[in-house]
């Protein structure tokens, strides 16, 4: 079985209404599907890479490229999960958690996004809640940290539910012009008194080398 020589296609993070795990090749097929079938307002632009600024089919390739392309360059002092989001049997978008000399620095950062037909929900808050717990009672981080443009209201209102506070700006150019993003952070202590949604983690222990641990 592959996960017996790559652990983290054992790995399981369970809420009461999603499961996170690497995609195998149907799920990123689907994950394709998702993108490609649309993740925001093409009005606005989220994200600092304008990735989705592209036809429905480069954006299905490239989501399954990107998600290979962290698989290959994952050490354990320099990696990023990316995990899929399954909700009733389908993959509805994707949940990340990163980090860079981790077993030092115990700080992680996360990033995400949802197919538009599955926003407004309340997914966002149980995914990134996953790799939350992931972080600091799997892992012991110390530290989560996110950021989001200054009008990406959605981001912000789930971070503010998870116990995130301010830290600070970033000015970014997208698109050809300057956009203010609001760098958050997440402390274990913060977490702790936030903590409502209820995470099963099944399958980290022989991952623990691969987040140098």
Same mark, same amino acid.
């Given at each position: 079985?592959?996960?017996?020589?790559?652990?983290?296609?054992?790995?399981?993070?369970?809420?009461?209404?999603?499961?996170?795990?690497?995609?195998?090749?149907?799920?990123?097929?689907?994950?394709?599907?998702?993108?490609?079938? *649309?993740?925001?307002?093409?009005?606005?632009?989220?994200?600092?890479?304008?990735?989705?600024?592209?036809?429905?089919?480069?954006?299905?390739?490239?989501?399954?490229?990107? $998600?290979? +392309?962290?698989? *290959?360059?994952?050490?354990?002092?320099?990696?990023?999960? $990316?995990?899929?989001?399954?909700?009733?049997?389908?993959?509805?978008?994707? $949940?990340?958690? *990163? +980090?860079?000399?981790?077993?030092? +620095?115990?700080?992680?950062?996360?990033?995400?996004?949802?197919?538009?037909?599955?926003?407004?929900?309340?997914?966002?808050?149980?995914?990134?809640?996953?790799?939350?717990?992931?972080?600091?009672?799997?892992?012991?981080?110390?530290?989560?940290?996110?950021?989001?443009?200054?009008?990406?209201?959605?981001?912000?209102?789930?971070?503010?539910?998870?116990?995130?506070?301010?830290?600070?700006?970033?000015?970014?150019?997208?698109?050809?012009?300057?956009?203010?993003?609001?760098?958050?952070?997440?402390?274990?202590?913060?977490?702790?008194?936030?903590?409502?949604?209820?995470?099963?983690?099944?399958?980290?222990?022989?991952?623990?080398?691969?987040? *140098?641990?």
């Amino acid at each position: 079985m592959i996960a017996d020589h790559w652990p983290l296609f054992g790995l399981r993070l369970r809420t009461p209404r999603l499961e996170l795990r690497l995609p195998d090749l149907e799920d990123l097929a689907r994950l394709g599907d998702v993108a490609a079938a *649309g993740v925001h307002d093409p009005a606005v632009m989220p994200f600092v890479a304008p990735w989705t600024d592209a036809t429905p089919e480069e954006r299905a390739r490239n989501t399954i490229k990107w $998600q290979w +392309a962290q698989w *290959g360059r994952w050490s354990p002092g320099d990696w990023t999960l $990316q995990l899929v989001v399954v909700a009733a049997g389908e993959v509805i978008g994707t $949940q990340d958690i *990163g +980090a860079r000399d981790f077993a030092t +620095a115990r700080i992680v950062g996360t990033g995400s996004w949802l197919g538009l037909a599955y926003q407004g929900r309340g997914y966002g808050t149980d995914m990134r809640a996953a790799v939350l717990e992931l972080a600091f009672t799997g892992l012991g981080a110390e530290f989560a940290t996110s950021e989001a443009f200054e009008d990406n209201a959605a981001s912000y209102a789930v971070s503010r539910k998870l116990g995130y506070t301010d830290n600070g700006t970033e000015w970014h150019v997208v698109r050809g012009e300057r956009v203010l993003g609001r760098r958050l952070v997440l402390d274990r202590a913060a977490w702790t008194a936030a903590r409502t949604t209820e995470v099963e983690i099944t399958g980290l222990e022989p991952c623990l080398p691969l987040f *140098g641990l």
